[in-house]
T-cell receptor
């Protein structure tokens, strides 16, 4: 199993450009998440999707949009990139893991720089 | 709202024990987790503890939970250079939806 995959791994954008970060999971999980990671701030939730067809805002949704295309895929779009969106972006999905406990599984991340 | 705090940095010598601490504010937390992030990688679940437990041991890892003080710790026995990473604690209130993460503690293991 590949688990959670993300593309691209690295991206450099100019201010105002748009792009979509792709995420897919093959664990048949209902819930999926997008986080950003900034130094000294831990992980902050951008958006999440509890099930196919639903999405909800997290802690820091401004400047982002998401699409839950199907059960496997959850994409994150930056319509007009800003330098403040320079970060590492992680996708995750959740389901029963260790000893039946709900667990989040993370992708390898996308390192985005906005100039 | 929920808040989870950790110290940012810890340095230990190889072979010593490491203790990484975490405090949280949400008294309704049901599960508390420890994740490990190696350089350039995503987060991997190390272990978890249910809120009605005081301690959980898993090989070199010991998790202690003081629910009264809302304090969680991760002890790594016989720390190795491969344990060098960022360690995050996280809390949830039922399902894995909307985990709240701490800021992460960078563990440096020196020879």
């Amino acid at each position: 199993n590949a688990g959670v995959t993300q593309t691209p791994k690295f991206q450099v954008l100019k201010t105002g450009q748009s792009m979509t970060l792709q995420c897919a999971q093959d664990m048949n999980h209902n819930s999926m998440y997008w986080y950003r990671q900034d130094p000294g701030m831990g992980l902050r939730l951008i958006y999440y999707s509890a099930s196919e067809g639903t999405t909800d805002k997290g802690e820091v949704p401004n400047g982002y949009n998401v699409s839950r295309l199907n059960k496997r895929e959850f994409s994150l779009r930056l319509e007009s990139a800003a330098p403040s969106q320079t970060s590492v972006y992680f996708c995750a999905s959740s389901g029963r893991g260790l000893a039946g406990v709900d667990t989040q599984y993370f992708g390898p991340g996308t390192r985005l720089t906005v100039l | 709202g929920e808040d989870v705090e950790q110290s940012l940095f810890l340095s230990v010598r190889e072979g010593d024990s490491s203790v990484i601490n975490c405090t949280y504010t949400d008294s309704s937390s049901t599960y508390l987790y420890w994740y490990k992030q190696e350089p350039g990688a995503g987060l991997q679940l190390l272990t978890y503890i249910f809120s009605n437990m005081d301690m959980k041991q898993d090989q070199r890892l010991t998790v202690l939970l003081n629910k009264k003080d809302k304090h969680l710790s991760l002890r790594i026995a016989d720390t190795q250079t491969g344990d060098s990473a960022i360690y995050f604690c996280a809390e949830s209130t039922g399902t894995a939806s909307k985990l709240t993460f701490g800021t992460g503690t960078r563990l440096q293991v020196t020879l």
